[in-house]
Each structure stands twice: as structure tokens, then as C-alpha cells.
């Protein structure tokens, strides 16, 4: 408990002091304020019913953001994490100071989750929800974090240099974090998409808007957290086998 306390205040404030990497947890919500307020056409003049349709068929910025943000920012942020440490032989002194990888690892990834909670929060505001269905598009953006967060460590434990993390970590991110904005707009790559625990969150996000959805909200939840758990058992996997060199 004391090693991951340490790790824990270790790494907030070495990203706190890295604006690179604080900037992936604002800069997606600013986004979304401002493609918002951008995106609102101006509908004077025109009947109420078609005012209607046009709403109804236009996405919310704000949740194609948020499911952005879920791969995009925090799937090599946590490959940046670990493959720096890695780099700079930050390993091999905590090692030597006793830290365990367990620790080191959950230190990690607290601090990614931890940081994400303020984003989740700004997003389920900027998107307009309000009581239950607020906690409810939180609680699953925050899942699918943590499904990002098994992944980058996967990718970081696989990589020996930043250059090398950044590599491998934006193919990911593009399909997990931009693939649901194409989804967005279209059809086609909706249905491919729909195991894929990004996608989910437009899911989810779909249903607390219209009331309802042809995929039910806890089954939406089950394919992330069967997302949480695939990729938990990718990582285990990969650890057990290479481990993390420092």
C-alpha cells in the first residue's frame, strides 16, 4: 500500500509537470464545448417538426468527443507512462528501492483513471445529461477508461522507448478513439464497430438520449466490461512474458 501511495504521488506530479501530457485530459472536453456551440445551426424561420428531424440526426459533439478522448488520450498516455520509465531507467531504480511491479503498475494506471474522472465529469456536463443518465454516461466512459488503460500498458510493456510507444499506440488509438466519430455518420462502421467497447459509449450515450435503443443499456455495459476483461488477460499475458525491464 505504501509503494503504490508512492508511485500514486510519483506520477501525478510528473504529469502534472508534463503539459504534453495533462493537455490529452483538457483538451478533449474543450473541444467538445466549443465544437458544440459551433455545431448549433440556425433555425430561424423553419417549422417545428423539421426542427425536430434535423436535431434528431445530428450528432452530439460532446459524446463523439468523449469517445474520442477514451482512446485517444488515454491509450498512449499510459504507453507514454510506462515506456519513458523504461527509457530513462526509471525501472531499474525502483526496483532497486523494493517497488514491486504490481504496485507500479496499479500506480499507473490509478493515476490515468484518476485524472479521467475530471474529463468524465466535464463530458457528461457538456453533453447535456442530468440525474440518473449523468452517473450512468459517466460511470461507462470511466469503463471504458479503464479498458484503455489495460491497452496502453499492454503497448507499454512491449515498448523499450517513447518513440517506439508512440508507434505502436496511435494505431490503436485512432481505432478505438476515431473509428466512433466515423460510426457516428455511419451506418456501416456502426455495425462493424459494435463490439468494440468506444463504440459502446455511443451506444450507451444514444439510449439516455432518446430514452431507449435497439441494444439494451446493460448489455452495452457487459461488451465494455467484456472489453475490461479481454484486454486484462491480453495484458496479463504480455507481462508474464516479457515483464517490464527497467
Given at each position: 500500500m505504501r509503494?503504490l501511495k508512492a508511485?500514486?504521488k ?8 508534463n ?5 490529452n485530459?483538457?483538451?478533449?472536453p ?9 455545431a448549433?445551426?440556425?433555425f430561424?424561420g423553419?417549422p ?6 434535423i436535431e ?5 459533439m460532446?459524446i ?5 478522448f ?7 498516455s499510459v504507453?507514454?507512462f510506462?515506456?519513458?520509465d523504461?527509457?530513462k531507467?526509471s525501472?531499474?531504480?525502483?526496483n ?5 511491479p504490481?504496485?507500479?503498475?496499479l ?8 485524472l479521467?474522472?475530471f474529463?468524465s465529469?466535464a463530458f457528461?456536463f457538456i453533453?447535456g445529461?442530468?440525474?440518473q443518465n449523468?452517473?450512468l454516461f ?15 500498458a ?7 522507448s517513447q ?5 505502436l499506440?496511435m494505431?490503436?488509438a485512432m481505432l478505438?478513439g ?8 455511419n451506418e456501416?462502421i ?8 468506444t463504440?459502446?459509449?455511443n451506444v450507451?450515450?444514444d439510449y439516455?438520449t ?6 439494451p443499456?446493460?448489455?452495452s ?10 484486454l486484462?488477460?491480453?495484458f496479463?499475458v504480455?507481462?508474464?512474458k516479457?515483464?517490464l525491464k527497467g
Amino acid at each position: 500500500m505504501r509503494s503504490l501511495k508512492a508511485i500514486f504521488k510519483k506520477q501525478l506530479k510528473d504529469t502534472m509537470a508534463n503539459p504534453a501530457v495533462l493537455i490529452n485530459f483538457i483538451i478533449f472536453p474543450l473541444l467538445a464545448l466549443v465544437m458544440g456551440s459551433l455545431a448549433v445551426p440556425d433555425f430561424t424561420g423553419v417549422p417545428e417538426d423539421i426542427v425536430a428531424l434535423i436535431e434528431a440526426a445530428t450528432p452530439n459533439m460532446a459524446i463523439l468527443m468523449a469517445a474520442m478522448f477514451a482512446g485517444m488520450a488515454v491509450i498512449p498516455s499510459v504507453t507514454g507512462f510506462i515506456a519513458e520509465d523504461i527509457e530513462k531507467k526509471s525501472l531499474r531504480f525502483l526496483n532497486m528501492a523494493g517497488m514491486k511491479p504490481g504496485p507500479y503498475l496499479l500506480g499507473i494506471g490509478s493515476v490515468t483513471f484518476f485524472l479521467s474522472i475530471f474529463s468524465s465529469v466535464a463530458f457528461g456536463f457538456i453533453a447535456g445529461f442530468g440525474g440518473q443518465n449523468f452517473w450512468l454516461f459517466v460511470a461507462s466512459l470511466l469503463s471504458g477508461v479503464a479498458a484503455s488503460i489495460f491497452l496502453g500498458a499492454t503497448i507499454g510493456i512491449l515498448c523499450n522507448s517513447q518513440a517506439a510507444a508512440t508507434g505502436l499506440s496511435m494505431p490503436a488509438a485512432m481505432l478505438f478513439g476515431f473509428g466512433p466519430m466515423l460510426a457516428g455518420f455511419n451506418e456501416n462502421i456502426a455495425r462493424v464497430l459494435h463490439p468494440l467497447y468506444t463504440q459502446q459509449l455511443n451506444v450507451i450515450a444514444d439510449y439516455l438520449t432518446h430514452g431507449g435503443g435497439t441494444t439494451p443499456l446493460w448489455q452495452s455495459f457487459a461488451i465494455i466490461w467484456a472489453n475490461v476483461a479481454v484486454l486484462g488477460v491480453l495484458f496479463a499475458v504480455v507481462y508474464a512474458k516479457k515483464g517490464l525491464k527497467g
